[in-house]
């Protein structure tokens, strides 16, 4: 929730420095889908913590090994002072940032394509119903996962898999390309 939270002020921010103003002037789909890029660049840096700490639970969790944390707050610790905040909780920043900036850019571009199309002659956005907004983000939700959902596979291997963590995206995505294949 806070990383929406973070992404939708940020999208807000950007629009306005970009000169937007409702009903006087509206920014270009493109305008609007590069604003989602910029907020999405800045919400993976808020998100990536989170995200580190996610699957380093989800992996010990799912399998039979010692358990390794007491809980979140002892993995967000044990993390810290073993690695380091940037080392530690920004590892697979490259991935996220690879997959936040094209990914919002396609999620809000097709959010609000789908939504500029079914504006009445002589409307706004506000004349739109709810079941819009839902085609909308179900279709901007699918374009942001169909194309980008390679670089979550490589972050989330550099952030769980002791392998990988010191390796640069590049290097990861063409060893499980090379592995596993496409």
């Not at 270009?28 to 890029?37: D, H, V, W």
Request: glycine letters at 10%; one cysteine or more; a neutral charge.
């Amino acid at each position: 929730m806070a990383e929406n939270s973070v992404l939708f002020l940020s999208y807000s921010e950007v629009r306005k420095r970009l000169g937007e103003k409702p009903g006087e002037k509206e920014l270009t789909i493109f305008e609007l889908a590069c604003s989602g890029a910029v907020a999405g660049g800045i919400a993976s840096f808020f998100l990536n913590p989170f995200e580190v700490i996610k699957v380093q639970m989800q992996v010990m969790n799912s399998s039979n090994a010692v358990r390794q944390y007491n809980g979140l707050i002892d993995c967000v610790v044990q993390t810290v002072q073993k690695e380091g905040i940037v080392k530690g909780l920004y590892r697979g920043q490259t991935s996220l940032l690879l997959r936040e900036i094209p990914g919002n850019f396609c999620w809000y571009g097709v959010y609000e394509s789908v939504c500029f199309s079914q504006i009445p002659e002589g409307g706004t956005k506000r004349d739109l119903g709810i079941s819009t907004h839902l085609l909308g983000g179900a279709s901007a939700g699918v374009a942001y996962w169909t194309a980008f959902y390679p670089a979550d596979t490589v972050g989330s291997q550099i952030r769980a898999n002791p392998l990988y963590a010191n390796r640069g995206f590049v290097l990861v995505f063409l060893d499980i390309l090379r592995t596993e294949g496409w």
